[in-house]
Every structure is written in structure tokens, then in C-alpha cells.
DNA sequence: GCAAGGTC
């Protein structure tokens, strides 16, 4: 069997299809992984890299004295399996194989990737031939003489791959542990760096600083109107920008008719047609759309996995030779683009344009197959016509314009006008992206005399350079060599998830600067370009086997470890600058009651707003715990108590904006307050006068203390503390209540908890007690079912009448085994003969007199006699001593307390019999025999 | 918990 291995799916599917060429390819999934078999061939893809690169076992835990962030460096390294499904379907196709072909892409990832297909394949058959097919594009062409020019996995060049992998995972790695430990910060919040995401955020940093330091200069532009045939004109001066305000206005005073047209020129310009995408440019034509980087991206990936465009990560802005425009054309045909198509046949360029890259990999970004609107939707539809136009606009011939430039005397003042107008549209006609701008000039010759309808002198500011959109940073990224085509768009999408950049055009945060600063000032190699493009010429240098990827890596390594001895001299420096730096971030705003900063904080999954001069000041708000989402500081803050706004983020749903969180702790605690029967509108607004604002707060308070600030009596705040102390206990009770509801009927969508508490708080059932007793009506009311209804009394009663027991001191032990024996209730105690609930628990007599004393007397009833277990185990016998009477019938009847010769000879058989349940004329004979 | 690079 001929094994080959392709990166990706995709291209499995496609080599095999031009590889069987008429034969039939059977496609088959084996442990949820497609194969493609013909002949005595099996093709298979692979996902990329499945395979990673981590350190050896030893190295997990980031605060280990010995495994210290610097030990990473020098750490061994391992590969693991990230796509098991695919490595066990490999290994187990390479036992069978008696030759494996390596089908990767052709570049330096793609060898990489071969590479490890051929460990894998090496550990399971290690006499197997393994080959390698390159190709550019998956073209019947390329790949049948692919196939026909095998070769072998060229090692150099895997090895150059695996040294960035070495490279990035050390580099990056132990200074990811170094930064985050010296700001102690874990979990969510590391501070991640990167030979990639580091100079990327560098460059975000530098130019808000830029920004904020740009001092704008003011300049003058001075222009005037004239007119021919009624047209207006305007004409510049030619100075273009005046510095000097003296001589703009010089130049104004003498610009006075008669203004003689000195000059006219006539001429032509190309304005040619764009060059086929790659995917930085895909990006920034989409972004014209109103898509973002990753959105674009998916979008594309979307449509390439449908077969509608090509291969959208490549760097090729040149179409091969390979690839064959009339079929694409072709393919197109039949749909909304046949004008178009039509147009671009008829006037189609000589040569294609091209870009200045070109690769070998994947060719430029073009359609592959038709689609309709109706298809695809409106998003994914806007990005193929998009792919479809561009391709039409490459086969388009340029646009034409004629330009004139007419330049005027105003009395020895130079001014100039330019006018253009499209001659031919060329490309424009099928990519109407960009506006194509006219500015028609009346017709105007040498030696004429206009009118000078006005001069105007125009005062401007210079201004700042404009932040990085996500499309622009990705341009500049790739002008930088950083990243690659496919991972550009994610790098940013990291930058925005560790939360070190955000908004669009892209902003840094605290957190970006003072990572960003930290590493400017310590470990500055990582956070420059120019370490990927030393790392690039190294790997030219591995490709070429001018040097091995050993010594690169322990160049590399020296480097790192000289960067340590820096960091680690300054650990506590570099941790405080952060935290001090990063503190801002969380903090909202001036302490009502002291006047230090309110902080947000977060502890555990725990989250609220406290005072930076705790312990002295104990003002805090509370804040919804971290499941609702993680609280962030907003740039906007509330009038009225200078707070920022606050609000919850959460992954995958929408945010929750608390807005001023004064506001909103004010607004949120009125109605508790309003519980207290005390309370008014005055001595409310004394309280907040105050930052009085819980219930619980007033509650704390000592007499002295209340009476102070409220200006009452002693006695009248002792009476509001009472007050307050029983609002906390209903809402205690009521909070209970929730959570109770809450886990007997789980919450689940289209059901509010919210709104099922508010009921039931409506009809008076504010506690878990009220709800036992009330009636399935106001449960059914409240919305919820017949079976959660039932369930809820049942667990309501039950937990009721475990506290009432429990309150009663009967031990937890005990009450397990009444609640077993299903009578747990305080009545069941009360009322059932102690013989009775014996038997039904298994508890000795004596202990069940106990229990059933301490019930009574806390409920205030009398305690029944006491009977000892001897005296139950005579009378048990003599029960049984009476023919017809077995154990389940003296079970019964102690359930109307006979328990012996005794109570039975006396018991009315009529009342008992209706108890018990047992035939009256039974009754009547065990009494008969007893007498 | 960490990088960057593949791919979905």
C-alpha cells in the first residue's frame, strides 16, 4: 500500500482526485478521520501541526523554588500528539505501508509538518521508504509531475522550522512566567509575551504615545474662487502651507485681479488596475466593508471549505502559470457577474496584473466555483463578490484619466488648479470599491483674465498620526515580518483577550503600557522586529546548512539567559512598576466617605468595589459575583459621584452594564431600606447624606454612633438598628428562598428565576417556611408545573421540619434515621406512640423519649409517658403470645399505642380498628383471648 | 495557566 500524507483534508481529497485520474476514489472515514483510497493508494490529511512542542514533564508548576521561569531555557522538550484521531490513523496505515509519501505544503512549516508525519511513520515502520512530492498548487499539472519528481524531506529545512519552534516556545514561555509572577498575576490574568504579540503591542503602545505627545503646529492655506462660464474654480496657492502666519497674510493682501492664467497642461495618467489578493490585502479590502480581521477571515475560511474561493491564507500575489484564468472565468459564468465577466473577456489585459510577493505555497486568493446570493447569505455573499471582482479587476485593463493643470497670476501671487476627468474605467467598471473621483475644470487657456470672486485664508492644525485599525496593523505587522498570513489576525485577537488592546482603531490599556514599559526597559529584544528577522536569516542560514539548528538554539539560548540575568536583578522593580501602573485600571473613583481611592476587587469568583483605605474605611459596594461576568472600570463616569462606570463582561454573552456603581448600589438598596418601618424620605436622605445606604450597614451601627449621623435620640436609633437587624432577616430569608428555588427547579431558558421569586413574594411567601405551607396554587401561579410544584413542597417540608428538629436538639445522627423512617416531622414526634416511631427508626425506646421530650417541650406540649425497651420487649411478647398476631400486626397496632396485654385489653376496638386499619372482629378476638 | 505555527 502507497501511503501519502497530505497537510490538510482538502488537499487530501484533491490530490487523490487527480491522482486516480478516470479511476473512482473511494472516500472512507476510519475513527472519524477521511481517507481517500485508489488503486493501492491511500491518501490521508493531516490538520496542520498534530503535533506540539512542550517541556519535558517536571516544568507544570509556575511557583516551583527549583523549576524557576529561567530553568525553562535550558529545559528539555517533548512532542505530543494535539490530533490523536490522526496520529493513530497514521501510525496505524504506516505498519501497512511499503511506501509513504509526504505531500505537505511547500514551504517551511509544510516540511516541518512532513517531518513529524515521518517520526510518526519512523516509530511504527522503520524500514519503510518515505519520499517527499512538492508541488505549488494542487493543480492536476504540478501534482501529477510532483508525483512523477518525487524527492526526499529535505531536513534542513524542517530543522529551520523546529528552531523558531524552540525559539518561541522558550523565549516565550519563561518570560510569560517572569512578568506574570513579578506582577502576581495568574490564572485569567497573565501577562503573556511573545516574540510576535510583544513588538505587535510595542507598536500599539508607540504610537498612543505618539499621539499623546504630538504637539500640533498651526498652518495657514490660503486659496481663491474664481469663475469661468459661471463654473466656479478654485485655485491654491502654491506655497501649499504656510508656517508663518505674517507671510500668509502678505500673500492674501496681494493677491488682486487681474489674475492672468499663466499656464495650462494637458495630460494622461494610468491608474492601474490592483493586484490579485493575498490575504493582508483581502483583509484590508474587507475592512473597507466594515469586517474585522478575524470575521474576514472566517468568512473566507467559510467559503474556501465550501469550494467557492481558493486557499485563503497564502502571501502569493502573483497567479502561477499553472492556473488556468479562462476556467475560472468559465466557472463563474451563469450567474449575476455574466455582464461583468463578458466585459472583462472582451477587454481583458495582455498579462495579469501582479503583486510584488510571490511564493510558491498557494496561489492568490480567487473564486473557484459559482455561488448566489441566496446561497450564501448577506455576509458571506459580500466577501466572495468581493474575491470575484478583484479577480475580474486583475484580468481589467487600467483606467485611463486626463489630468490638467492650470496655473494663475494673481497680481505676482502663484496659484494653481488640477482638475481630472476618467477617460476610460477600465478595472473601475467591475471593482466599484473605490470611488473613482472626478474634478472637471471648465475649458481655460494661457493668456486668459478671470475674476477673483474671493480669497480665503484658511487657519488648520497639524494633526496627530492615527491609531492602528485592525487592517492597517496588519499591513504594518507584515511590513515588520511579523507573524504569518494566518496568524496576524489572531495575534490581535490575543492582544485583545489578555486585554492589553481594545476598541477599534485599536487602543492600549494600562496593562498593554506597562507590560509593554517593563520589557522596553529590561528585556527590549523581545519586544523589537528585529528579532524575527535575525531568527529568519538564522533559519536562511539552517536552510542552506551554513549553520545547525543546535548551535542557532544555543545562541538563542545565551541570549535569553543574559536577558534573565537583567530581569531577575530587578524582579521586584520591574513587579511593582507593573502593579503600580496597572492599579488605575481597577480603580473607579474617589471613596464617598474618606476620600481614597474605590477599588475594584476581585477574590475568588467574588467580586465588589472597596476602599483603598481599608481597614481604617470599611465603604464597600457590592458587586454581582464573577459567574454573571468580570468586572471592568468604563472610560465614562457618573456626575454626580465622579465613579467610572462599571460593568460585567463574560465571555459569550452580552455584557452587563452596572453603569455608576454608586448609583447603583443607591438605587439597589432603596426598597430594603424602605422594609424598615421608620424609614422616610427624610431619613433617607440624612443616611445617604451620610453613605448610609444598606440595611446591614445600619444594622452594624452602635446607637451613639447612628444618633450622631442621623440626628436622632438614642433610643430612636436603637430603635432603627432593631428595625434594620429584622429587615436583614426577611431578606436573609428571602435570599434563601431564591437559592432554594433555584436548585430544587434548575434554571433553563425561557424560565426566570427573577420572575418566579417575585411572584411568590407577591403572594406572600417570602421564606422557605412560608413555602411549605403554601398552597400548589400560588406555586402554579408563579409558573411553575404540577411536578415541580410537588417536588418543591416536598423539599420545603422537609427541610422545615429537619430545622425544627434540629432546633429542638434532637442530634443529626437521630433525625437521619426519622427522616428514613419516614417520620421526621415535629408532629410525628408529638402525636405517633413512642413504640411506633421505635420500631420505624430502629432508636431504642428510651432514646426516641428523649427526642420526643425535647420536641415537646420546644413546641410547648405535653411529653408523653416514657416506656422502656423492657417493658416494650414484654409486651411485645405477649402480643405475639396471642394466635393470629405476627410482627406486622403489632407494628400496626402500636400505631394506636397498644403495645402490650395491657393497653390492649382496654382499647376501644371501633378507634383502633380505624387507625390501624385492622378488621374489628380481629380486634374483638385478640381481646377475647386475652380475657 | 505560557509562544507561534499549522488547520476547522
Redesign the pocket.
Known sequence: MHLIIA?????ANRIAQILAGNEKVRAVKEGGVSTYSFDTKTVV???????????EPG?????SKVHT?RT?IDAGTVKKP??KKIVNLIQKLAKKADLVTIAT?Y????EL?GKEAYELVRAVNPAVRINRARFSAITPAEIRSAFDNLTDLDFALAAA?EV???V??M???????FI??AAR???R??L???????P?LAMIVNREREIENFVPQTYWMLSLMTEKEEQPVEARHTAGRFTDHEAALAAEAGTKEPLVVTDVKEGQKNDRAPAPFDTTTFIVAASRLGLSAANAM?LA??L??NGYIS?P?TDNTVYPKSLDLNAILDTLRGGVFDADIAWVRQHRRPVPTRGKKEST??PPIHPTGAATREALGQDRWKVYELIVRRFLATLSPDATWATVRCTFDASGEPYAATGSRLLSAGWRRVYPYSEAKEKILPVITAGERLPIRSVNLEEKQTQPPARYSQSRLIQVMEEHG???????H??IG?LIS?RYVEGNPLRPTLVGRAVTDALDNHAATITEPEM?RTLEEHMQLIKQRERSREDVVTESRGMLHRVFDKLEAHEEEIGEEIMEQTAEEHTVGPCPVCGHDLRIRHIGISQFIGCTGYPECRFNISLPGSTWGRAIRLDETCEEHGLSHVRLIRKGSRPWTIGCPLCSHIESNIEALRMMPSMIDDLMQRLHAHHIYTVSEIAGMQPVDLSGAVGVSIGEAGQLIREAEDALEVLRRRSELRKFVRKIIPPRRGRSHAKITRSLLEQGIGDIRALSQANPAALKKAGIGDAGATELLEAARGLCNERALREAGVPAVSLKKYQAGGVASPDDLCYLPIPYLSIKTGINPETVHKHVDLVCSHLGRPTPAKITKAVLERGRKELLAIPGIGEATVQRLYLAGIYDAATLREADPEKVSSITGIAEARLHDYIGHLK
Open positions: 497537510e490538510k483534508n482538502i488537499s490529511g493531516l490538520k496542520g501541526h498534530v503535533v506540539e512542542v512542550d517541556f516544568y507544570t508548576n509556575w511557583r521561569p525553562l494535539t490530533e505544503d514551504d517551511t512549516e509544510g509538518i522550522g523558531r519552534q524552540m518561541d516556545l523565549w516565550g514561555a519563561s518570560l510569560t512566567r506574570s509572577l498575576r495568574g490564572g490574568n497573565i503573556s509575551v511573545g516574540r510576535v504579540q510583544s505587535t472566517r475560511e467559510d474556501y471549505m486557499y491564507r505555497d498557494h511579523l507573524g504569518t498570513k494566518s496568524t496576524r489572531e495575534v490575543k489578555r524575527t
